[in-house]
């Protein structure tokens, strides 16, 4: 089964052609990241009028890329929530007008189920269940996944997100926002135990995260380190992605160990940071634990996990009525 | 009539139970601009507003930076809203923002320097001032002609606070 996917809850305009919910054909998205770098890195991708003009020419640029011709096309998967309202209108109205045109089935996609989804992009699926870390710019969750379409939240943030934390801590270094990326290659320099930054590990037990304390404890050491502050930007990089990291790797440790699975997977833009990566791929070789990390071009928002989701709707015969809307708040 | 009050808070706790207060206080359609450094405890405050607004403990109220808007029900609607990744005012009229400040939900604002003049008329500006490692001093102000007795209200109960 093709399945052509569309994502447009937030900054990007994506679309993707995916085969049996596994093996990608195309996968768009209309990153603007020269342009964020023009405007002081400050992300102007927001408007749902970007989306409306970016709609169209991703569409069409996943199908052609893709080697396929439309009636070859099974049925569409499109994120239903969460996100901008105004945002997921359009690729959801445009979806569904698709689809309705093209005679063909479509299906709306949980944007978060569809990050979960990303890992069975790649050679060496996970088992289920497996337990997730889905850390991006705005969520920090752990799942317990039993199947492609049911996952249970074990813990979350209760303020920031890991990846916004790394935004912030770049812009208080003066490295622009977002520049979680540019943490990662400056902490590579660093040495992460000159300073040393808490870890919030809220009840050890539990599985819930808090970033804002790590944030903020950073800025107060720049404050009262003004003047030699930037010398140390790479020590202060790495101690920071040194404190989240470990947080991290912990609570996804110990709920795999709850959870009782042998299978780890890290999904989400912060998947792409090579110290949460390097860190979690030793421990789960210690704790005898196979990781599972989707592509690096799937880990940030894409539309290729919004198909692989779909497919698995499609497959089971689910269909969206002409009436169905979109929402904004994350679904229990 | 005074219009301003400044409170000095000690923890995030007594900032968190400021925003409560102040939460249990609002009517529908109301507006709150925050502002604060980094680290000021903008999200803290607008967490006790949520509990003040009788929000479920599930539904954590988390940054909004991302994510621009967040939603929460409870006894009002709250829209919790970060501005800082907008650059271009058009961008709001995309994102309907008019129609949330307008509704009968509690809008709570973050970089709402943002709004084009006069988007605002009757609101409450909240501003944080870091005092401190934990120390806050919260200045809140009625603008518009609106809510003077919810700033008598808050100076009563708070000037001569004993905080425990």
Same mark, same amino acid.
């Given at each position: 089964?093709?399945?052509?996917?569309?994502?447009?809850?937030?900054?990007?305009?994506?679309?993707?052609?995916?085969?049996?919910?596994?093996?990608?054909?195309?996968?768009?998205?209309?990153?603007?990241?020269?342009?964020?770098?023009?405007?002081?890195?400050?992300?102007?991708?927001? !408007?749902?009028?970007?989306?409306?003009?970016?709609?169209?020419?991703?569409?069409?640029?996943?199908?052609? !890329?893709?080697?396929?011709?439309?009636?070859?096309?099974?049925?569409?998967?499109?994120?239903?929530? *969460?996100?901008?309202?105004?945002?997921?209108?359009?690729?959801?109205?445009?979806?569904?007008?698709?689809?309705?045109?093209?005679?063909? *089935?479509?299906?709306?996609?949980?944007?978060l189920e569809?990050h979960i989804n990303s890992v069975f992009?790649?050679?060496?699926p996970p088992q289920f269940p497996f337990v997730a870390l889905l850390v991006s710019?705005?969520h920090t969750s752990i799942y317990h996944v039993t199947s492609h379409t049911q996952a249970r939240v074990m813990g979350r943030t209760r303020d920031?997100a890991a990846?916004?934390?790394?935004?912030?801590?770049?812009?208080?270094?003066?490295?622009?926002?977002?520049?979680?990326?540019?943490?990662?290659?400056?902490?590579?320099?660093?040495?992460?135990?000159?300073?040393?930054?808490?870890r919030s590990y809220l009840d050890k037990n539990g599985f819930d995260f808090s970033f804002?304390?790590m944030?903020?404890?950073?800025?107060?050491?720049?404050?009262?380190?003004?003047?030699?502050?930037?010398?140390?930007? !790479?020590?202060?990089?790495?101690?920071?992605?040194?404190a989240v990291t470990d947080v991290l790797c912990f609570k996804l440790m110990k709920a795999a160990q709850e959870a009782g699975c042998n299978h780890i997977a890290i999904v989400g833009?912060v998947a792409?940071?090579?110290?949460l990566r390097?860190k979690i791929r030793s421990q789960a070789v210690d704790q005898n634990l196979t990781l599972h990390i *989707?592509?690096?071009?799937?880990?940030?928002?894409?539309?290729?996990?919004?198909?692989?989701?779909?497919?698995?709707?499609?497959?089971?015969?689910?269909?969206? *009525?002409?009436?169905?809307?979109?929402?904004?708040?994350i679904q229990k | 009539?005074?219009?301003?009050?400044?409170?000095?808070?000690?923890?995030?706790?007594?900032?968190?139970?400021?925003?409560?207060?102040?939460?249990?206080? %609002?009517?529908?359609?109301?507006?709150?601009?925050? @502002?604060?450094?980094?680290?000021?405890?903008?999200?803290?405050?607008?967490?006790?507003?949520?509990?003040?607004?009788?929000?479920?403990d599930d539904d954590y109220?988390t940054?909004?930076?991302?994510?621009?808007?967040?939603?929460?029900?409870?006894?009002?609607? %709250?829209?919790?809203? @970060?501005?800082?990744?907008?650059?271009?005012?058009?961008?709001?009229?995309?994102?309907?923002?008019?129609?949330?400040?307008?509704?009968?939900?509690?809008?709570?604002?973050?970089?709402?320097?943002?709004?084009?003049?006069?988007?605002?008329?009757?609101?409450?500006?909240?501003?944080?001032?870091?005092?401190?490692?934990?120390?806050?001093?919260?200045?809140?102000?009625?603008?518009?002609?609106?809510?003077?007795?919810?700033?008598? @209200?808050?100076?009563?109960?708070?000037?001569?606070?004993?905080?425990?």
């Amino acid at each position: 089964m093709i399945v052509l996917g569309i994502e447009s809850s937030c900054d990007e305009t994506a679309a993707a052609v995916v085969e049996n919910g596994e093996k990608v054909l195309s996968s768009i998205v209309s990153s603007q990241t020269d342009i964020h770098h023009r405007y002081g890195g400050v992300v102007p991708e927001l !408007a749902s009028r970007k989306h409306i003009e970016s709609i169209v020419p991703v569409v069409n640029e996943a199908i052609q !890329a893709s080697g396929r011709i439309l009636s070859e096309i099974d049925g569409v998967a499109v994120t239903q929530g *969460p996100g901008l309202i105004g945002c997921l209108l359009v690729g959801f109205s445009f979806a569904k007008a698709w689809a309705w045109a093209r005679d063909i *089935p479509v299906v709306g996609v949980d944007h978060l189920e569809g990050h979960i989804n990303s890992v069975f992009i790649c050679d060496n699926p996970p088992q289920f269940p497996f337990v997730a870390l889905l850390v991006s710019g705005g969520h920090t969750s752990i799942y317990h996944v039993t199947s492609h379409t049911q996952a249970r939240v074990m813990g979350r943030t209760r303020d920031d997100a890991a990846g916004e934390a790394f935004d912030k801590v770049a812009k208080m270094l003066n490295l622009g926002y977002p520049g979680g990326s540019i943490i990662d290659e400056l902490a590579a320099r660093g040495d992460p135990k000159k300073i040393k930054f808490p870890r919030s590990y809220l009840d050890k037990n539990g599985f819930d995260f808090s970033f804002s304390g790590m944030k903020t404890a950073v800025n107060r050491y720049i404050q009262n380190h003004q003047d030699e502050y930037q010398e140390q930007a !790479a020590d202060i990089a790495a101690g920071f992605q040194d404190a989240v990291t470990d947080v991290l790797c912990f609570k996804l440790m110990k709920a795999a160990q709850e959870a009782g699975c042998n299978h780890i997977a890290i999904v989400g833009g912060v998947a792409a940071n090579k110290g949460l990566r390097e860190k979690i791929r030793s421990q789960a070789v210690d704790q005898n634990l196979t990781l599972h990390i *989707p592509p690096i071009d799937l880990c940030g928002d894409n539309a290729a996990m919004i198909a692989a989701s779909g497919f698995h709707y499609l497959k089971a015969g689910h269909q969206l *009525p002409l009436d169905a809307d979109v929402y904004s708040r994350i679904q229990k | 009539m005074n219009r301003i009050v400044t409170i000095i808070t000690h923890s995030p706790e007594e900032t968190r139970f400021l925003g409560q207060y102040l939460g249990e206080a %609002l009517i529908p359609g109301m507006v709150i601009t925050l @502002d604060g450094d980094l680290g000021s405890g903008k999200t803290t405050f607008v967490q006790g507003i949520g509990k003040g607004l009788g929000i479920s403990d599930d539904d954590y109220i988390t940054s909004p930076t991302y994510n621009l808007i967040n939603e929460y029900s409870g006894r009002h609607c %709250l829209f919790h809203i @970060d501005l800082y990744r907008l650059i271009d005012p058009l961008e709001l009229d995309d994102l309907g923002l008019e129609e949330i400040i307008y509704s009968q939900g509690i809008s709570a604002i973050e970089w709402a320097d943002k709004l084009p003049a006069k988007t605002l008329t009757s609101y409450l500006s909240v501003k944080i001032v870091v005092t401190g490692e934990e120390t806050r001093k919260v200045i809140i102000t009625a603008c518009g002609r609106e809510n003077t007795d919810l700033i008598e @209200d808050i100076r009563d109960n708070f000037k001569e606070k004993k905080w425990h």
